[in-house]
């Protein structure tokens, strides 16, 4: 017969589950970036679902949702082309996500002034014509820049992509959770401040928390 779980050993089990649910779709080959430390923030609008309400930050944490649709070489930043053949053959099979990073929001701004992003071009992933691009889109100037410090799961996670995470929409609500609890941040605590501060020099205060 098994021996009942001591209080003590019934908290220590307790504080190794933090589970997420939310998660943020980005392309597969930025999401990589941000696993290597190479970028630490995001320019968004929204998904087409969402340009009523537009992209909105609602989350202080979330899973990075890798995704391949929509994916363009000619949108990405030149440097991370050649990282496409590793990052697609590392694609789950038909059917199915791999979810190996958690992030935490550092900070974001809204940018309405287009020479402002030029200033940001290496800490994020997209070529200058997708900038101006997502800027300029539905005649709407302006974008969100997202910053986030990435955090590796102990483990890869694999989950069924059914049918309503589908599309262009940005943020998901996942059927089932994804145990956080001891992933590790990819940057120190000193490179990731200095690279806030940088895009804090660039682009002003950040926005006020929404919540």
Not at 46 to 66: K, M, T
Not at 130 to 136: I, K, P, T
Not at 146 to 172: F, K, M
Not at 180 to 209: C, Q, S, T, Y
Request: aromatic share 6%; charged share 30%.
């Amino acid at each position: 017969m098994e021996e009942p779980q001591s209080m003590t050993d019934a908290v220590t089990a307790a504080a190794t589950v933090d589970v997420e649910r939310t998660a943020l779709k980005e392309w597969a080959v930025l999401v990589e970036a941000m696993a290597r430390g190479d970028i630490v923030a995001m320019v968004r609008k929204g998904g087409i679902r969402e340009q009523r309400a537009g992209f909105s930050v609602r989350h202080d944490r979330f899973l990075l949702y890798p995704t391949f649709f929509h994916e363009k070489a000619a949108e990405m930043a030149p440097r991370l082309v050649d990282t496409l053949e590793a990052v697609h053959a590392r694609r789950p099979p038909e059917g199915a996500i791999r979810i190996e990073y958690v992030a935490d929001v550092a900070a974001v701004w809204s940018v309405s002034e287009l020479p402002r992003l030029d200033r940001i071009a290496d800490e994020h992933g997209l070529s200058w014509g997708a900038v101006e691009s997502r800027f300029h889109y539905k005649n709407r100037p302006g974008v969100q820049v997202v910053a986030a410090r990435v955090r590796r799961l102990d483990a890869p996670v694999e989950l069924p992509e059914i049918r309503r995470y589908a599309g262009c929409v940005s943020w998901v609500e996942l059927d089932g959770g994804v145990n956080v609890a001891g992933a590790a941040a990819v940057l120190p605590d000193e490179a990731f401040r200095r690279r806030i501060e940088g895009l804090r020099a660039a682009l002003g205060d950040a926005d006020p928390p929404t919540r």
